[in-house]
């Protein structure tokens, strides 16, 4: 004891910072820890802690989120894929109505009705959704992700992927680019102009390069684009041109006239963003292979439909757990800001679901540029995420971190322990529909979602004792 006396104390503090900020103003050598009572239900927590079937459950997620594939099969028309017809749409997110749609939806809506010809105004089309004309569900629901707003219709162009290890099959439409298109629910004549070139010579286009090709490794492509600078959701330069180059001269051999070639070449080198719609799909392969596992409260879906930001978890199958999204905090398109921008939407969030986006900024420093930030801050949140996972995924290896794999498999548990919630990098939409992209940033889920699954996984697990 008198030695303690004697020496310099060392301090440790936790809670709230009026301790720290007093022995600071003396002078004292202090260390603060970020420490708060976990979230939700304490013995929602206990049980599922207690739950023998958890650890073994979390590492058969993450060991079949590893062993998960993800090979381009073909590009096909929505209704072939998904069995699409006339009034039937796919959106993003959890299930929603008319009645609580946001702007960005309704928008997207309104566009694809105008697209399929349901309707030939606005007003007609508002009329037709809002009256039941028309059905839609989520993309979740029917195996495939839609990036922001997420609208597909039966006549748009989907990617088919295959992962052969667990027998599953993904999809999502093709990246239209930026600014003023139907994903940011925008309308006009030049968006529905876009999608009509777009079914009728893009998507032609590659499915032809496709099938002279053979599959794509669409895995093994983003692999390489982590370690060149890319993170898998706004950043995907590498990603977009690596695909190019192997499917230009598959898409010569095809017999695809030139003219169309030398379009569609344009189109997709001039949109950094295309390879997107092939990185969701993967990601969404990746953690519908942990789904189902009794126990496991590693996360599997995370997804935004512009009013609800929703969890699935593989021990709770496909129940949605869901709260108020969030609005984005970032960087605004020319005279945009704060005001215009929609609460956070979009299926891409399974790139952090499965391990890159945002989980890894530390490899795509350049990004700050786009979502806003700090290049520190990159490489402190993919720190971060690692306390919020349960395994790391060594094929997505990141240089910057001494190629320390990404962090994989967020835990319910340990979000709402330390109260650290998953960083998501994302596009923002305006807030009115017809208005398109406004900017981009950085924005988390809500608490309730990962509380919510809690409970549920709570009181699905067996009594102790």
Not at 42 to 69: C, I, K, P, S, Y
Not at 216 to 239: P, S
Not at 307 to 334: E, H, K, R
Not at 430 to 437: H, K, P, S, T, W
Request: glycine letters at 14%; charged letters at 15%.
């Amino acid at each position: 004891m008198s030695s303690l006396l004697s020496g310099e104390p060392t301090v440790v503090t936790a809670g709230v910072d009026l301790f720290t900020e007093a022995l600071t103003a003396q002078a004292a050598a202090v260390t603060p820890v970020a420490w708060q009572p976990p979230a939700g239900s304490f013995d929602a927590l206990a049980r599922v802690m207690a739950d023998q079937r958890r650890v073994a459950g979390n590492a058969l997620a993450v060991e079949r989120m590893l062993a998960a594939g993800a090979t381009l099969v073909d590009v096909r028309p929505a209704s072939e894929v998904v069995g699409l017809r006339a009034g039937q749409f796919r959106h993003a997110g959890p299930p929603i109505s008319w009645e609580r749609a946001s702007g960005p939806l309704r928008g997207a809506l309104i566009g694809a009705a105008l697209f399929e010809g349901l309707a030939d105004t606005v007003e007609d089309a508002e009329h037709l959704l809002s009256g039941g004309g028309a059905e839609w569900a989520p993309c979740h629901s029917d195996g495939g992700v839609g990036p922001m707003a997420g609208v597909v219709s039966p006549s748009m162009w989907v990617f088919v992927l295959r992962d052969e290890a667990h027998d599953r099959t993904s999809w999502c439409s093709l990246n239209e680019g930026l600014g003023k298109v139907l994903r940011y629910g925008a309308y006009g004549p030049e968006v529905i102009d876009r999608l009509r070139w777009m079914s009728a010579v893009l998507g032609p286009a590659l499915q032809a390069a496709v099938r002279q090709h053979g599959p794509v490794d669409v895995k093994g492509i983003i692999a390489q684009m982590v370690q060149m600078g890319d993170e898998g959701h706004n950043r995907n330069r590498a990603g977009t041109l690596m695909l190019l180059r192997d499917l230009l001269p598959a898409m010569l051999d095809a017999g695809v006239a030139s003219s169309d070639v030398a379009d569609v070449a344009r189109f997709v080198g001039g949109n950094d963003h295309f390879f997107l719609n092939l990185v969701m799909p993967a990601c969404k392969l990746q953690t519908a292979a942990a789904s189902g596992i009794p126990g496991s409260t590693v996360v599997t879906t995370m997804a935004r439909n512009g009013t609800d930001f929703g969890i699935q978890v593989s021990g709770t199958g496909d129940q949605w757990f869901t709260g108020p999204a969030n609005t984005p905090q970032g960087l605004f398109l020319g005279s945009y800001g704060p005001d215009d921008a929609n609460p956070d939407i979009g299926d891409s969030a399974i790139t952090e679901t499965a391990g890159i986006g945002g989980f890894a900024m530390a490899s795509a420093p350049a990004i700050v540029r786009f979502v806003g930030g700090t290049v520190s801050d990159a490489l402190r949140t993919s720190r971060e995420m690692y306390g919020i996972t349960t395994g790391e995924n060594p094929a997505y290896a990141l240089p910057i971190l001494d190629f320390r794999g990404s962090a994989t498999g967020i835990d319910v548990t340990k979000v709402v322990r330390s109260g650290v919630l998953p960083q998501i990098n994302t596009g923002m939409a305006g807030r009115v529909a017809g208005v398109g992209q406004v900017g981009a940033g950085l924005v988390t889920p809500p608490m309730e979602c990962f509380t919510g699954a809690l409970d549920a996984l709570g009181a699905a697990a067996p009594p102790v004792g």
